[in-house]
């Protein structure tokens, strides 16, 4: 029917989905059990995540895409840079901000041993996931080195690191999670 590649991307849109009905159905259900929740669910929520995923899986089958797609691969690869580059650093710099935050004597929400069992843990989830990912799509990197571009370990552990820095200072103040997000996204676009 379709190719291997298409079949395991068309799976991992089902999960999200599935991930996503998922977290619908959860809150449905904490508002019939709540009677104060402080931030009720939105579908408006949803808008993005699934016309970015739609493109993404109509992308599987357009010429049209495809074709932008290796465009724009080729007009990368002709500007690669093969040192370390700013984001082979910045992919660590919410994760380290928020030790450098507690140093300065900004106090997040959890101590020193709390706050690392919890980056711990959501950096081994974050790698596993990633890994298979990465063992499973096989997806071929821009220089053709190998086939384990997609996807990205380091804008995932920027991201990760995003919503780490985010949670433990929530309640500090907004921006530090805006900090944490934009240079996560610096990160994933340096990484193209």
């Known amino acids: ?62 010429d049209w895409i495809k074709s932008l797609n290796l465009g724009i691969r080729d007009e990368i690869k002709e500007h690669i840079d093969k040192r370390i580059t700013i984001d082979d650093i910045s992919q660590y710099a919410p994760m380290v901000a928020v030790y450098g ?25 974050m790698g596993t996931v990633v890994y298979g990912m990465k063992k499973w799509t ?20 920027a991201f990760m690191g995003a919503e780490f820095l985010r949670q433990e200072y929530k309640e500090q103040s ?4 805006v900090a944490g997000y934009v240079v996560a996204t610096g990160t994933g676009l340096f990484r193209m």
């Open 1 to 62: 029917m379709f190719p291997k590649s298409i079949q395991m991307k068309i799976v991992v849109f089902l999960i999200v989905i599935c991930a996503c009905h998922g977290v619908m159905a959860q809150n449905v259900s904490c508002e019939d059990h709540c009677s104060s929740l402080s931030h009720p669910f939105k579908y408006t929520q949803l808008i993005a995540p699934v016309v970015l995923i739609g493109v993404g899986v109509v992308g599987l089958e357009s």
């Open 101 to 125: 935050f507690n140093l300065c004597g900004v106090k997040g929400k959890h101590s020193f041993r709390d706050r690392s069992v919890i980056l711990a843990t959501s950096y081994l989830i």
């Open 138 to 157: 096989k997806e071929e990197r821009p220089d053709g080195s190998a086939f384990n571009s997609f996807p990205s370990g380091h804008t995932a552990t």
């Open 174 to 177: 907004v921006w530090y999670g």
